[in-house]
Protein backbone atom coordinates (compact mmCIF):
# COMPACT_ATOMS: atom_id res chain seq x y z
CA UNK A 1 0.00 0.00 0.00
CA UNK A 2 1.52 3.67 -0.62
CA UNK A 3 0.73 4.43 3.52
CA UNK A 4 1.56 1.75 5.38
CA UNK A 5 3.49 3.76 7.68
CA UNK A 6 0.51 6.16 8.31
CA UNK A 7 -1.70 3.09 8.49
CA UNK A 8 0.44 1.35 11.39
CA UNK A 9 1.01 4.25 13.24
CA UNK A 10 -3.36 5.07 13.01
CA UNK A 11 -3.46 1.63 14.00
CA UNK A 12 -1.39 1.95 16.92
CA UNK A 13 -3.48 4.95 17.83
CA UNK A 14 -6.43 2.69 17.91
CA UNK A 15 -5.23 0.41 20.20
CA UNK A 16 -3.86 3.16 22.76
CA UNK A 17 -7.99 4.54 22.75
CA UNK A 18 -9.68 1.41 22.61
CA UNK A 19 -7.19 -0.73 24.78
CA UNK A 20 -3.69 -2.12 24.52
CA UNK A 21 -5.18 -5.66 23.83
CA UNK A 22 -5.56 -5.79 19.83
CA UNK A 23 -8.49 -8.18 20.17
CA UNK A 24 -10.36 -5.32 21.11
CA UNK A 25 -12.72 -3.85 18.99
CA UNK A 26 -13.30 0.18 17.90
CA UNK A 27 -16.62 1.50 18.63
CA UNK A 28 -19.04 4.04 16.74
CA UNK A 29 -21.26 5.38 18.47
CA UNK A 30 -24.41 6.85 17.32
CA UNK A 31 -26.28 8.63 19.69
CA UNK A 32 -29.90 9.72 19.58
CA UNK A 33 -29.80 13.18 17.57
CA UNK A 34 -32.27 15.99 17.09
CA UNK A 35 -30.20 17.46 14.54
CA UNK A 36 -31.65 17.37 10.90
CA UNK A 37 -29.23 15.46 8.68
CA UNK A 38 -29.64 15.66 4.60
CA UNK A 39 -28.12 13.28 2.50
CA UNK A 40 -26.29 14.73 0.15
CA UNK A 41 -22.84 14.49 0.64
CA UNK A 42 -22.47 17.96 2.74
CA UNK A 43 -21.03 16.99 6.26
CA UNK A 44 -22.06 20.82 8.09
CA UNK A 45 -24.93 19.03 9.74
CA UNK A 46 -22.48 16.70 11.28
CA UNK A 47 -21.22 19.32 13.72
CA UNK A 48 -21.15 18.03 17.52
CA UNK A 49 -21.84 14.68 16.44
CA UNK A 50 -18.00 12.61 16.97
CA UNK A 51 -16.46 9.79 14.93
CA UNK A 52 -14.01 7.14 14.74
CA UNK A 53 -11.09 6.64 12.45
CA UNK A 54 -10.92 3.51 11.12
CA UNK A 55 -8.38 1.77 9.72
CA UNK A 56 -8.09 -0.31 6.54
CA UNK A 57 -6.24 -2.41 4.73
CA UNK A 58 -5.52 -4.37 1.50
CA UNK A 59 -5.05 -3.52 -1.99
CA UNK A 60 -8.02 -0.99 -2.16
CA UNK A 61 -5.46 2.20 -2.14
CA UNK A 62 -7.05 3.43 1.45
CA UNK A 63 -5.64 3.23 4.58
CA UNK A 64 -7.97 5.36 7.15
CA UNK A 65 -11.98 6.00 6.70
CA UNK A 66 -13.66 8.51 9.18
CA UNK A 67 -17.03 7.50 10.27
CA UNK A 68 -19.66 9.21 12.35
CA UNK A 69 -23.70 7.82 12.87
CA UNK A 70 -26.19 8.79 14.70
CA UNK A 71 -30.47 7.69 15.24
CA UNK A 72 -33.06 10.15 14.41
CA UNK A 73 -36.65 8.77 14.01
CA UNK A 74 -35.93 5.29 13.67
CA UNK A 75 -33.18 6.06 11.18
CA UNK A 76 -29.58 5.28 11.13
CA UNK A 77 -27.14 7.91 9.45
CA UNK A 78 -23.97 7.63 8.57
CA UNK A 79 -21.21 9.76 7.36
CA UNK A 80 -17.96 7.99 5.67
CA UNK A 81 -15.02 10.00 4.68
CA UNK A 82 -11.41 9.07 3.10
CA UNK A 83 -8.91 10.84 0.92
CA UNK A 84 -9.03 9.85 -2.69
CA UNK A 85 -6.71 12.09 -4.65
CA UNK A 86 -8.90 11.99 -8.00
CA UNK A 87 -13.05 11.60 -8.74
CA UNK A 88 -13.54 8.16 -9.96
CA UNK A 89 -17.34 8.20 -11.46
CA UNK A 90 -17.12 6.04 -14.29
CA UNK A 91 -17.86 2.14 -14.05
CA UNK A 92 -15.25 0.61 -17.02
CA UNK A 93 -16.62 3.37 -19.80
CA UNK A 94 -16.27 2.60 -23.68
CA UNK A 95 -13.85 4.15 -25.76
CA UNK A 96 -13.56 4.69 -29.19
CA UNK A 97 -11.67 2.10 -31.39
CA UNK A 98 -10.57 3.82 -34.65
CA UNK A 99 -9.30 0.77 -35.99
CA UNK A 100 -11.99 -1.59 -35.21
CA UNK A 101 -14.86 1.31 -36.04
CA UNK A 102 -16.37 0.18 -32.47
CA UNK A 103 -16.41 0.79 -28.92
CA UNK A 104 -13.97 -1.35 -26.54
CA UNK A 105 -14.06 -1.48 -22.65
CA UNK A 106 -11.47 0.28 -20.32
CA UNK A 107 -10.67 -1.14 -17.64
CA UNK A 108 -11.34 2.33 -15.63
CA UNK A 109 -12.95 1.13 -12.55
CA UNK A 110 -15.61 3.76 -10.27
CA UNK A 111 -14.73 4.35 -6.53
CA UNK A 112 -16.53 2.69 -3.96
CA UNK A 113 -17.23 2.12 -0.33
CA UNK A 114 -19.67 -1.38 1.15
CA UNK A 115 -20.11 -1.28 4.51
CA UNK A 116 -21.66 -5.12 5.64
CA UNK A 117 -23.38 -5.61 8.91
CA UNK A 118 -24.02 -8.96 11.11
CA UNK A 119 -27.26 -10.70 10.42
CA UNK A 120 -26.63 -13.89 11.81
CA UNK A 121 -23.24 -16.41 12.28
CA UNK A 122 -20.03 -15.96 12.91
CA UNK A 123 -19.49 -12.56 11.42
CA UNK A 124 -16.39 -11.55 9.94
CA UNK A 125 -14.76 -9.19 7.49
CA UNK A 126 -13.04 -11.99 5.24
CA UNK A 127 -16.06 -13.80 3.04
CA UNK A 128 -13.78 -16.62 2.48
CA UNK A 129 -11.79 -17.08 6.07
CA UNK A 130 -14.42 -20.40 6.92
CA UNK A 131 -16.82 -18.46 8.97
CA UNK A 132 -20.26 -18.98 8.57
CA UNK A 133 -22.68 -16.01 8.57
CA UNK A 134 -24.86 -13.80 6.59
CA UNK A 135 -24.65 -9.85 6.01
CA UNK A 136 -26.15 -7.36 4.97
CA UNK A 137 -24.01 -4.91 2.70
CA UNK A 138 -24.51 -1.60 1.85
CA UNK A 139 -22.90 -1.10 -1.45
CA UNK A 140 -22.15 2.78 -2.53
CA UNK A 141 -20.89 3.00 -6.22
CA UNK A 142 -19.95 6.41 -7.34
CA UNK A 143 -20.84 5.08 -11.27
CA UNK A 144 -23.74 2.41 -10.53
CA UNK A 145 -25.46 3.72 -7.57
CA UNK A 146 -24.93 7.22 -6.32
CA UNK A 147 -26.59 8.76 -9.61
CA UNK A 148 -29.57 6.98 -8.07
CA UNK A 149 -29.14 8.38 -4.73
CA UNK A 150 -28.80 5.01 -3.28
CA UNK A 151 -26.50 2.66 -2.47
CA UNK A 152 -26.36 -0.90 -4.32
CA UNK A 153 -28.04 -3.23 -1.24
CA UNK A 154 -27.18 -6.59 -1.04
CA UNK A 155 -27.09 -9.81 0.91
CA UNK A 156 -24.14 -12.29 1.65
CA UNK A 157 -24.44 -15.86 2.41
CA UNK A 158 -21.64 -17.83 3.48
CA UNK A 159 -21.71 -21.59 4.45
CA UNK A 160 -19.45 -24.48 4.35
CA UNK A 161 -22.34 -26.68 2.76
CA UNK A 162 -23.58 -25.98 -0.84
CA UNK A 163 -26.56 -24.66 -1.47
CA UNK A 164 -28.54 -22.68 -4.44
CA UNK A 165 -26.60 -19.50 -6.44
CA UNK A 166 -23.44 -20.39 -4.33
CA UNK A 167 -19.56 -20.23 -5.65
CA UNK A 168 -17.45 -22.49 -4.04
CA UNK A 169 -14.11 -20.72 -3.04
CA UNK A 170 -10.73 -22.52 -0.91
CA UNK A 171 -9.66 -21.61 2.39
CA UNK A 172 -6.68 -21.60 4.14
CA UNK A 173 -7.33 -24.72 5.88
CA UNK A 174 -7.94 -26.70 2.77
CA UNK A 175 -11.17 -27.00 2.74
CA UNK A 176 -13.98 -25.07 1.16
CA UNK A 177 -16.57 -22.11 1.65
CA UNK A 178 -19.78 -21.61 -0.44
CA UNK A 179 -20.71 -17.71 -0.81
CA UNK A 180 -23.08 -16.00 -2.76
CA UNK A 181 -23.42 -12.30 -3.16
CA UNK A 182 -26.71 -11.50 -3.88
CA UNK A 183 -28.68 -8.13 -4.89
CA UNK A 184 -32.01 -7.87 -2.99
CA UNK A 185 -35.03 -7.75 -3.74
CA UNK A 186 -36.01 -5.02 -6.04
CA UNK A 187 -35.59 -3.44 -9.34
CA UNK A 188 -32.49 -3.73 -11.18
CA UNK A 189 -30.19 -0.81 -10.38
CA UNK A 190 -28.34 -0.82 -13.44
CA UNK A 191 -27.44 -2.63 -17.12
CA UNK A 192 -25.10 -2.32 -19.66
CA UNK A 193 -25.63 -0.60 -22.50
CA UNK A 194 -24.41 -0.81 -26.60
CA UNK A 195 -23.67 1.40 -29.12
CA UNK A 196 -23.86 0.53 -32.72
CA UNK A 197 -22.25 3.59 -34.25
CA UNK A 198 -19.94 6.31 -32.94
CA UNK A 199 -21.28 9.03 -30.62
CA UNK A 200 -18.54 10.59 -28.09
CA UNK A 201 -15.01 9.57 -27.70
CA UNK A 202 -15.70 7.90 -24.42
CA UNK A 203 -19.21 6.60 -23.90
CA UNK A 204 -20.84 5.24 -19.87
CA UNK A 205 -20.88 1.34 -20.29
CA UNK A 206 -23.98 1.29 -17.82
CA UNK A 207 -27.19 3.13 -17.49
CA UNK A 208 -28.72 3.44 -13.86
CA UNK A 209 -32.12 3.07 -12.71
CA UNK A 210 -32.78 6.39 -11.37
CA UNK A 211 -35.95 5.48 -10.10
CA UNK A 212 -35.40 1.64 -8.75
CA UNK A 213 -37.93 0.44 -5.97
CA UNK A 214 -37.84 -2.45 -3.56
CA UNK A 215 -35.50 -3.68 -0.93
CA UNK A 216 -32.65 -3.23 -3.15
CA UNK A 217 -33.04 1.06 -2.73
CA UNK A 218 -33.61 1.10 1.07
CA UNK A 219 -30.45 2.95 1.85
CA UNK A 220 -30.29 6.54 0.88
CA UNK A 221 -26.99 7.59 -0.29
CA UNK A 222 -25.05 10.84 -1.52
CA UNK A 223 -21.11 10.76 -2.31
CA UNK A 224 -19.09 14.11 -2.86
CA UNK A 225 -15.87 14.24 -3.63
CA UNK A 226 -13.90 17.51 -3.01
CA UNK A 227 -10.52 18.86 -2.38
CA UNK A 228 -9.40 14.98 -2.77
CA UNK A 229 -11.83 13.38 -0.54
CA UNK A 230 -15.19 11.78 -0.63
CA UNK A 231 -18.24 12.10 1.41
CA UNK A 232 -20.32 9.78 1.70
CA UNK A 233 -23.58 10.39 3.45
CA UNK A 234 -26.26 6.97 4.15
CA UNK A 235 -29.55 6.81 5.82
CA UNK A 236 -31.78 3.71 6.51
CA UNK A 237 -34.70 2.75 8.78
CA UNK A 238 -33.24 0.80 11.65
CA UNK A 239 -35.84 -1.96 10.98
CA UNK A 240 -36.80 -2.03 7.28
CA UNK A 241 -39.16 -5.00 7.65
CA UNK A 242 -37.51 -7.00 4.60
CA UNK A 243 -36.38 -10.47 5.14
CA UNK A 244 -32.65 -9.36 3.41
CA UNK A 245 -31.74 -6.13 5.48
CA UNK A 246 -30.18 -6.15 8.99
CA UNK A 247 -32.64 -5.23 11.67
CA UNK A 248 -30.37 -2.34 13.48
CA UNK A 249 -31.24 -2.17 17.21
CA UNK A 250 -32.80 0.94 18.60
CA UNK A 251 -30.52 0.69 21.24
CA UNK A 252 -27.57 -1.89 20.98
CA UNK A 253 -24.98 -3.05 18.95
CA UNK A 254 -24.30 -4.52 15.93
CA UNK A 255 -21.18 -5.87 14.29
CA UNK A 256 -20.13 -4.01 11.06
CA UNK A 257 -16.81 -3.75 8.73
CA UNK A 258 -15.46 -1.47 6.10
CA UNK A 259 -14.30 -1.87 2.62
CA UNK A 260 -12.89 0.70 0.28
CA UNK A 261 -12.24 0.56 -2.81
CA UNK A 262 -9.86 3.53 -4.90
CA UNK A 263 -10.58 2.63 -8.56
CA UNK A 264 -9.44 -0.68 -8.08
CA UNK A 265 -11.25 -4.09 -9.47
CA UNK A 266 -10.79 -7.72 -9.61
CA UNK A 267 -11.54 -8.28 -6.32
CA UNK A 268 -8.72 -5.89 -4.95
CA UNK A 269 -9.97 -3.63 -1.65
CA UNK A 270 -9.18 -2.40 1.88
CA UNK A 271 -10.73 -3.79 4.69
CA UNK A 272 -11.87 -2.56 8.44
CA UNK A 273 -11.62 -5.41 11.05
CA UNK A 274 -14.81 -5.78 12.83
CA UNK A 275 -16.03 -2.83 14.18
CA UNK A 276 -18.92 -2.07 16.75
CA UNK A 277 -21.96 -0.06 16.12
CA UNK A 278 -23.44 0.99 19.19
CA UNK A 279 -26.65 2.64 18.73
CA UNK A 280 -28.87 4.73 21.36
CA UNK A 281 -27.90 7.08 24.32
CA UNK A 282 -27.44 10.30 24.78
CA UNK A 283 -26.75 13.12 22.10
CA UNK A 284 -26.78 16.58 20.45
Not at 140 to 151: E, H, L, M, T, Y
Not at 187 to 216: C, F, W
Not at 247 to 262: L, N, Q, S, T
Amino acid sequence: MKIKTASAIALRSAMVCYGANAQEQQVLSAPNTTQNIVVDGEISDWNGISGISVPVSGKGGVDMVEMRAAVRDGRIYVLASWADSSENVLHKPFEWNEASGAYKATKENEDRLAISLKMSGNFSMNKIGGNEFEADVWHWKASRSNPAGIVHDKMWKVSRTPFDKAKEWPTRDGKSIYLARLSDSGDRLYKPLKYTRKQEERMPRYEVNLNAAGSIADVQAMGVWRNGRWSLEMSRKLDTGHADDAVIPAKGRIEIAIAAFDSVGGGKHSVSEVVILQTGGPGS
